[in-house]
């Protein structure tokens, strides 16, 4: 099975994994972000009929997310348990970048200071919130680690090509079995 899981291609196109790990990670971050400016400003956070303060709001959420994992993308895409570790880590560091670039976008002089601690509260008050963003960048690492196994491959399959390349035939046969 474990062969199948390595073999197997299901996000080859690394721009495909790529878009679906921002784009989870910005839907994420906007419902955070609905959810803590609900918690800050109570039923008139998202109001009925949309205001340009609540899209500004659900577009720095979007903003706040993208920035977040690309400052994350360091955390993200390693193997093995250390690499998912690296991506449990890095979630909680990306929440806390991406709730001050969320915060100074809504409100520019305070919000970078509260925004961060309203997050961490909202994660304490409601743990399955921040159980499921955690989840989330663990997807997107699963993501990243795809593309990153699929450059892996691109990478050795050109560079077996450019080696037998330059080599004669009667080497190319002794060296690869080729005849």
Known sequence: MYARERTSKVFVNNRTARFSAYLAIVIMSIAVTIFVMAGVEGQTAIPAEPSLYAIWTIAAGA????????????????????????????SLAAALIGAAIVGILIMPVYGG??????LISEFVAKPLLAVVWVSV???????????????????????????????SSLTQAQLYRRK
């Open 63 to 90: 903003i706040g997310g993208a920035a977040s994992l690309y400052a994350a993308r360091g955390w993200l895409g390693l193997s093995g348990g250390i690499g998912y570790a690296r991506a449990v880590v890095g």
């Open 113 to 118: 200071i509260y925004a961060p601690v309203l």
């Open 137 to 167: 960048y663990v997807g997107a690492h699963y993501l990243m680690l795809q593309r990153s196994n699929a450059l892996d491959s691109e990478y050795k399959a050109s560079e077996t090509r450019f080696a037998s390349s330059e080599l």
